[in-house]
């Protein structure tokens, strides 16, 4: 699959999404405390239809960088810059219209699922708060339809069950289904695969991997793996303590790491791997 | 209390409910007189005329009974309609919203949930006169605000949960995400407080009644004991049949509203839900009886399981969550234990340490420790061995220290309760122990909030090591520290391993975790132990479909293996 991938020249793609001086503290309002701040100053870009792969330690700052950009998290300082407008000068209103193509997967494939909706209400979800089709219930009927055949779930068999009948590994499917019926440009997919088991994990990237291919979407891909992302990603930015602190093909980050956080991440993953 | 005992509850509610209905709508056309008319003569005791006898004005009780229920019903269901839906808004709003919003009306509860009822009542009545009004509206004053705080403090906990998350990511609104996920959320709360208050305010309105300040014009439940106290009735024998049968009507409302409120909170919160220990007792002394004779502990074997059955009821079956698993332990040695979610591998280390859930119980099968068989020792028995020489490891320990306890009070609170030691042995082998997991003695004071997640998962270690047990349990003690700190973890037990000997039970379903610290591994599936062998072995030269796949599934940083597993993945 990567030769696919790396066919289509990433670097003459336009920017999707650009990210500067973000910068964020958590606790005292203002931070007029000496709180450290949980971001502070990072600044990357996605580009069309680009997977890119954002690593680090737990604690490090990932999880709330993707939500900053899901719009589910307030931001201190930094700007955002989203198909040439910026997020964080307009009104929370207009930004839910702006950001209708940047959808979310979650971690918790149990906690992001609603227990009190079917698939299909679960699915259609995006379409009802986007006030699509409204009129139009068949049509939204058959775009779930449509989701859920992408994400390899048969319609017939899924749509009238509940979350909690599912397996971990289904119900990201579904929430994969979810993020792609308003045909994102962006999904942030934060460690999609981490509460999952080992053998499901690689069916997940697959199955995100192909989603990518036929419909152009980019994805901010959050890991504390970095062996997940070889073969996943098109680039890495490896984040510690707030900062980008080292970015490029997830090959030349694993055999060629330049800063200090980054060598140590790796002769982690490597005595892990001697067996 | 069992499942169906709850339910009876509920019925036997249902039942006194329907009886005080039945009084007040099908009443009016039972009894022949009007309540407030004098319809017989004063002080008449039961008869065929009046069934429950009169009063010193000669009206007929059971039809003042009547009018009482209506009253009661009334004022009891509106204020509580009232309160419930005040503090609903309220409290759904405050949560939400957090700030400013949330810090005003939560001062206002204060004040409210200060309020004397009593005064209260005497001051509106004095404004607005007595009346059913007033009664309500005092009611209403007194209750709404701790419907307020419960329905807010369940609101808070709802706001941050995934779903809610889910649904602001997709960009949904305000009023959207109030109306479609935290509403339908807290519902099943509501329902339950608004019967509690429902009985609440009956017993208000009865009280208030019966102090006088109800509506004079109006009768009540209330204002006939109120009558009967005032006018005398204690001085004949009137007070039978005018004192006692209204008491009932009220005692009978509010327990059946207690009762079906019992019912419904059960219902919501099914951890409320005792379990019945003794029975599950007794079904596993029958299971033991049945039990084929086990041999012996193996003589070199440290732990010896040997056909262990775990199983639990669900949905009139059984479920078999550790299905006939033998193995045993050698002193020394560290076993894997491998499996995805839903194995049975913890299910396996909480029977070890007879800290099953219940009711999920040991159906057959025997599990040696040194010689005796952990599942027939007494529960003072199992807790002696317990943290002593059996250490457990339970899952996420890291996050489960005590926060207002020090590293040394936590390590001393271990030592104390398994053996009598002075203050300075206590203080010695902290520090031993301490140097033991790599930990600074500088550390021994600090609190759990100060460690990062690897020296707090090093203070665990020490807490498992501290009584020098013969054998660990470790339930994944890598689970949720990243790359590095894990590898620091498993150097930190094969250290340990080597110099103390350890024998260890190590529990996880990273695979690589395990490859490389267990000297055997055991990979489990759906309750069943289905490859075992030397850990190297099975890594290099396992046939068995499952644990190829497992193995193959590792995402590797060397690009050769990779390839393989990746194209492995692609053919599928």
Same mark, same amino acid.
């Given at each position: 699959?990567?030769?696919?991938?790396?066919?289509?020249?990433?670097?003459?793609?336009?920017?999707?999404?650009?990210?500067?001086?973000?910068?964020?503290?958590?606790?005292?309002?203002?931070?007029?405390?000496?709180?450290?701040? /949980?971001?502070?100053?990072?600044?990357?870009?996605?580009?069309?239809?680009?997977?890119?792969?954002?690593?680090?330690?737990?604690?490090?700052?990932?999880?709330?960088?993707?939500?900053?950009?899901?719009?589910?998290?307030?931001?201190?300082?930094?700007?955002?810059?989203?198909?040439?407008?910026?997020?964080?000068?307009?009104?929370?209103?207009?930004?839910?219209?702006?950001?209708?193509?940047?959808?979310?997967?979650?971690?918790?494939?149990?906690?992001?699922?609603?227990?009190?909706?079917?698939?299909?209400?679960?699915?259609?979800?995006?379409?009802?708060?986007?006030?699509? +089709?409204?009129?139009?219930?068949?049509?939204?009927?058959?775009? /779930?339809?449509?989701?859920?055949?992408?994400?390899?779930?048969?319609?017939?068999?899924?749509?009238?069950?509940?979350?909690?009948?599912?397996?971990?590994?289904?119900?990201?499917?579904?929430?994969?289904?979810?993020?792609?019926?308003?045909?994102?440009?962006?999904?942030?997919?934060?460690?999609?695969?981490?509460?999952?088991?080992?053998?499901?994990?690689?069916?997940?990237?697959?199955?995100?991997?192909?989603?990518?291919?036929? +419909?152009?979407?980019?994805?901010?891909?959050?890991? +504390?793996?970095?062996?997940?992302?070889?073969?996943?990603?098109?680039?890495?930015?490896?984040?510690?303590?707030?900062?980008?602190?080292?970015?490029?093909?997830?090959?030349?980050?694993?055999?060629?790491?330049?800063?200090?956080?980054?060598?140590?991440?790796?002769?982690?993953?490597?005595?892990?791997?001697?067996? | 209390?069992?499942?169906?005992?709850?339910? =009876?509850?509920?019925?036997?509610?249902?039942?006194?409910?329907?009886?005080?209905?039945?009084?007040?709508f099908v009443g009016p056309y039972l009894v022949p007189y009007d309540a407030s008319e004098q319809s017989g003569a004063p002080f008449q005791p039961p008869g065929k005329e009046h069934w429950l006898g009169t009063n010193d004005m000669g009206q007929d009780i059971l039809a003042e009974l009547v009018v009482g229920a209506r009253t009661s019903l009334t004022v009891g269901i509106?204020?509580?309609?009232?309160?419930?839906?005040?503090?609903?808004?309220?409290?759904?709003?405050?949560?939400?919203?957090?700030?400013?919003?949330?810090?005003?009306?939560?001062?206002?509860? &204060?004040?409210?949930?200060?309020?004397?009822?009593?005064?209260?009542?005497?001051?509106?009545?004095?404004?607005?006169?007595?009346?059913?009004?007033?009664?309500?509206?005092?009611?209403?004053?007194?209750?709404?605000?701790?419907?307020?705080?419960?329905?807010?403090?369940?609101?808070?906990?709802?706001?941050? #949960?995934?779903?809610?998350?889910?649904?602001?990511?997709?960009?949904?609104? $305000?009023?959207?995400?109030?109306?479609? $996920?935290?509403?339908?959320?807290?519902?099943?709360?509501?329902?339950?407080?608004?019967?509690?208050?429902?009985?609440?305010?009956?017993?208000?309105?009865?009280?208030?009644?019966?102090?006088?300040?109800? &509506?004079?014009?109006?009768?009540?439940?209330?204002?006939?004991?109120?009558?009967? %106290?005032?006018?005398?009735?204690?001085?004949?024998?009137?007070?039978?049949?005018?004192?006692?049968?209204?008491?009932?009507?009220?005692? =009978?409302?509010?327990?059946?509203?207690?009762?079906?409120?019992?019912?419904?909170?059960?219902?919501?919160?099914?951890?409320?839900?005792?379990?019945?220990?003794?029975?599950?007792?007794?079904?596993?002394?029958?299971?033991?009886?049945?039990?084929?004779? @086990?041999?012996?502990?193996?003589?070199?074997?440290?732990? &010896? @399981?040997?056909?262990?059955? *775990?199983?639990?009821?669900?949905?009139?079956?059984?479920?078999?969550? *550790?299905?006939?698993?033998?193995?045993?332990?050698?002193?020394?040695?560290?076993?894997?234990?491998?499996?995805?979610?839903?194995?049975?591998?913890?299910?396996?280390?909480?029977?070890?340490?007879?800290?099953?859930?219940?009711?999920?119980?040991?159906?057959?099968?025997?599990?040696?420790?040194?010689?005796?068989?952990?599942?027939?020792?007494?529960?003072?028995?199992?807790?002696?061995?317990?943290?002593?020489?059996?250490?457990?490891?339970?899952?996420?320990?890291?996050?489960?220290? %005590?926060?207002?306890? %020090?590293?040394?009070?936590?390590?001393?609170?271990?030592?104390?309760? $398994?053996?009598?030691?002075?203050?300075?042995?206590?203080?010695?082998?902290?520090?031993?122990?301490?140097?033991?997991?790599?930990?600074?003695?500088?550390?021994?004071?600090?609190?759990?909030?100060?460690?990062?997640?690897?020296?707090?998962? #090093?203070?665990?270690?020490?807490?498992?090591?501290?009584?020098?047990?013969?054998?660990?349990?470790?339930?994944?003690?890598?689970?949720?520290?990243?790359?590095?700190?894990?590898?620091?973890?498993?150097?930190?037990?094969?250290?340990?391993?080597?110099?103390?000997?350890?024998?260890?039970?190590?529990?996880? $379903?990273?695979?690589?975790?395990?490859?490389?610290?267990?000297?055997?591994?055991?990979?489990?599936?759906?309750?069943?132990?289905? &490859?075992?062998? %030397?850990?190297?072995?099975?890594?290099?030269?396992?046939?068995?479909?499952?644990?190829?796949?497992?193995?193959?599934?590792?995402?590797?940083?060397?690009?050769?293996?990779?390839?393989?597993?990746?194209?492995?993945?692609?053919? #599928?």
């Open positions: 699959m990567g030769v696919h991938k790396q066919e289509r020249d990433t670097m003459q793609q336009k920017v999707l999404l650009q990210v500067s001086g973000l910068y964020k503290t958590y606790g005292s309002k203002g931070a007029s405390r000496q709180a450290a701040p /949980v971001i502070d100053g990072a600044s990357f870009s996605i580009r069309q239809t680009e997977t890119v792969g954002l690593v680090g330690a737990s604690g490090a700052g990932k999880s709330t960088i993707g939500r900053i950009i899901a719009g589910i998290e307030q931001v201190d300082k930094g700007k955002l810059i989203y198909q040439g407008q910026d997020l964080l000068a307009m009104k929370a209103k207009e930004r839910r219209a702006a950001t209708r193509s940047i959808q979310m997967v979650f971690q918790d494939p149990y906690e992001s699922l609603s227990s009190r909706m079917t698939i299909e209400q679960l699915v259609a979800e995006p379409l009802v708060i986007a006030r699509l +089709h409204k009129n139009d219930p068949a049509k939204r009927t058959e775009l /779930v339809r449509e989701a859920l055949r992408e994400v390899a779930l048969s319609p017939e068999r899924y749509m009238h069950r509940y979350a909690h009948e599912l397996s971990g590994g289904e119900r990201q499917r579904v929430g994969l289904a979810r993020a792609f019926i308003t045909r994102p440009q962006l999904i942030v997919a934060d460690e999609p695969t981490s509460m999952l088991d080992t053998s499901l994990r690689l069916d997940l990237l697959g199955l995100m991997r192909e989603l990518s291919q036929r +419909h152009e979407i980019a994805y901010l891909f959050i890991t +504390h793996d970095l062996a997940l992302t070889r073969g996943f990603c098109d680039r890495l930015l490896v984040l510690n303590q707030g900062q980008i602190v080292e970015t490029g093909t997830p090959e030349e980050v694993t055999e060629n790491p330049q800063h200090p956080f980054t060598l140590r991440l790796i002769e982690a993953l490597r005595e892990l791997d001697q067996f | 209390m069992s499942r169906i005992g709850s339910k =009876m509850i509920g019925w036997l509610g249902a039942f006194l409910l329907a009886i005080v209905l039945l009084l007040a509106v204020a509580a309609l009232l309160a419930t839906l005040i503090g609903t808004v309220v409290g759904l709003v405050s949560g939400y919203s957090g700030g400013f919003l949330d810090a005003f009306f939560m001062r206002i509860v &204060d004040i409210c949930l200060t309020l004397p009822f009593l005064p209260l009542m005497i001051v509106i009545g004095v404004y607005i006169g007595p009346s059913l009004l007033t009664q309500v509206l005092v009611i209403t004053l007194v209750m709404w605000a701790g419907k307020a705080r419960k329905i807010r403090a369940q609101t808070l906990s709802f706001r941050t #949960r995934g779903a809610v998350l889910a649904a602001r990511s997709m960009g949904a609104g $305000h009023f959207y995400i109030l109306r479609k $996920h935290i509403f339908p959320s807290i519902l099943p709360l509501v329902i339950p407080q608004f019967v509690q208050a429902v009985n609440v305010s009956i017993l208000m309105e009865s009280s208030l009644s019966f102090l006088g300040m109800g &509506d004079p014009l109006s009768k009540s439940w209330g204002s006939i004991l109120f009558y009967a %106290n005032s006018r005398s009735a204690f001085l004949t024998e009137a007070w039978m049949w005018w004192v006692i049968p209204p008491g009932l009507c009220i005692v =009978m409302t509010v327990l059946a509203f207690s009762l079906i409120g019992y019912y419904l909170e059960e219902r919501v919160n099914p951890r409320l839900r005792a379990y019945q220990a003794p029975a599950a007792k007794r079904d596993r002394r029958l299971a033991q009886e049945k039990l084929a004779a @086990v041999k012996p502990a193996a003589a070199d074997a440290l732990l &010896d @399981v040997q056909n262990l059955t *775990v199983q639990y009821p669900k949905d009139g079956g059984t479920v078999r969550a *550790v299905d006939a698993v033998s193995f045993a332990l050698r002193k020394g040695e560290v076993l894997g234990l491998v499996g995805e979610s839903g194995s049975g591998k913890s299910t396996i280390a909480s029977a070890v340490m007879q800290l099953l859930k219940p009711p999920a119980l040991v159906s057959q099968g025997a599990i040696y420790f040194a010689g005796s068989d952990l599942t027939q020792l007494s529960s003072e028995e199992v807790r002696r061995l317990r943290g002593n020489r059996i250490a457990w490891i339970p899952q996420a320990a890291m996050n489960a220290l %005590n926060p207002v306890m %020090n590293v040394r009070e936590q390590l001393a609170e271990a030592l104390r309760s $398994h053996q009598s030691m002075s203050k300075d042995e206590i203080a010695e082998r902290i520090d031993e122990v301490l140097a033991q997991v790599g930990l600074a003695s500088r550390w021994a004071a600090a609190f759990p909030h100060e460690l990062s997640g690897g020296m707090r998962q #090093r203070v665990v270690i020490a807490m498992a090591l501290v009584n020098k047990p013969d054998l660990i349990i470790a339930d994944e003690p890598t689970t949720g520290l990243d790359v590095m700190v894990q590898v620091e973890i498993i150097k930190l037990l094969k250290n340990l391993q080597r110099t103390l000997g350890l024998s260890m039970v190590f529990i996880s $379903h990273d695979l690589p975790v395990v490859l490389s610290l267990a000297d055997r591994t055991l990979i489990m599936n759906q309750g069943k132990i289905v &490859d075992q062998g %030397n850990t190297l072995a099975l890594a290099k030269t396992s046939t068995h479909p499952y644990t190829r796949r497992l193995i193959d599934s590792i995402p590797r940083l060397t690009p050769a293996l990779e390839q393989r597993s990746l194209q492995g993945q692609g053919q #599928r």
